[in-house]
């Protein structure tokens, strides 16, 4: 099992995330070989969940990174460093200026801020309406020599992390042949994907069944399972958002709420991923084009041209409609955050990768652009963007043909 570490974006103030479990498809690793090889590394994992009231903490700042100290019984603890997942939860629990005071500071004033920073967090944490506060602090000692803060709760959370999904696997025999086709496994988030066989590597167009169980171990996002499809090229994978091919476990207080038999839940949602796989087919036959009231020009000004043929329409016009379907479709509020869109619109080498699965400009070489995308971000980003595309096939799959009008920032020559 690969035990690389996946880091995101370091903002210097934070500690990366890690993954601690990474698994892909052309592994060919059973459930049962997975679970037996993580199960070696959850036994190193010392993780802690611990409630104390804002007053009895304090925040400091060593080289550069932030870090909490706990008042426990007259003594205070070791540092602890937070993700930068823990520290945008803190910023749910201050007042709204915290935050952003903190980024601001740090741009201004650079070490000098440091100090300023610590005492507005304490003066914040004892005043009358914050210091009788209880939050729930979820720790993790000795992750690549540090202890860490994996996220801030409030004082109602209920626990819930991997061990329970991942013992429930290990319960249930009938699970332990099928397939593992992706996995990973990071501080807060753990999502894995099963299926019956592995993809052969040559068939590009043929996904097949598989089903996704995912948990956010900080209570964001409820346990689930959802049917879903899976190709081998570059590990694109699309789930469900349809109610009826998904299974809830709430966040509750209830720790031993998967009651479930794992194998059961699996059957059916894997038998439900057929439904998804022919809507994806039906999405290869439903063409997108552009109208033919858009107009495109080459040039600005006096050398703007009208361009109604040739090289220049056919060149620049690759691919149009599907970026201005993706774009256009769903509403800013609604889309993952809009630089993965962006940043996918300007991909050449995605469309590129997606025109191999899906020749024509269609409903699916959208779906084939998103998944294939979304690869490139850790893991719930990368579940959000699968989510528009799912999105997408549904609000669309009973359309005969769409046909779109491109905005101006997406026509560009």
Known sequence: ????????????????????????????????????????????????????????????????????????????????????????????????????????????????????????????????????????????????????IRTVVSENFAELDDDLLLNKLKEDKNIQDKFVLNCRISDVYSNIRIGNSVPLEYEL????????????????????????MFTGKCWNSLCSTNSNELKRWYHTGDVNRITDNISNVYNFLF????ELIESYKKAQNIPIRISDHFKLFHGTGKNKKLITHGHLATKFNEDIACKSLIDQSVPNAVKPNGKHINSL?????????????????????????????????????????????????????????????????????
């Open 1 to 148: 099992m690969s035990n690389d570490v996946i880091v995101e974006k370091n903002t210097n103030f934070t500690v990366p995330a890690k993954c601690w479990s990474k698994v892909d498809w052309v592994q060919k690793k059973s459930v049962n070989q997975f679970l037996h090889e993580y199960g070696e590394i959850q036994k190193s994992r010392e993780r802690e969940s611990v409630e104390f009231s804002l007053e009895n903490t304090a925040l400091e700042i060593q080289n550069g990174k932030c870090s909490l100290r706990f008042l426990d019984g007259g003594t205070w603890s070791d540092n602890f460093y937070f993700t930068n997942f823990a520290w945008s939860k803190l910023g749910m629990f201050f007042p709204r200026y915290f935050t952003g005071f903190t980024k601001d500071c740090r741009f201004k004033f650079g070490e000098q801020a440091e100090n300023i920073i610590e005492e507005l967090y304490y003066k914040i944490a004892n005043t009358s309406k914050m210091a009788d506060r209880k939050l729930t602090f979820r720790l993790e000692h000795n992750v690549d020599g540090r202890n860490i």
């Open 205 to 228: 167009k043929t996904p097949i069944g598989m089903v996704e169980f995912s948990n956010a171990d900080n209570g964001g996002r409820s346990l689930k399972a959802r049917s879903g």
């Open 271 to 274: 038998d439900n991923s057929n």
């Open 345 to 413: 619109v300007k991909s050449p080498l995605t469309w590129q990768d997606s025109r191999m699965i899906t020749e024509s400009q269609s409903l699916a070489r959208c779906i084939d652009a998103l998944t294939l995308h979304a690869q490139q971000y850790d893991m719930e980003a990368r579940v959000d963007i699968e989510d528009y595309a799912s999105y997408l096939l549904e609000k669309y799959i009973d359309k005969k043909e769409i046909v779109i009008v491109p905005t101006e920032k997406l026509v560009i020559i």
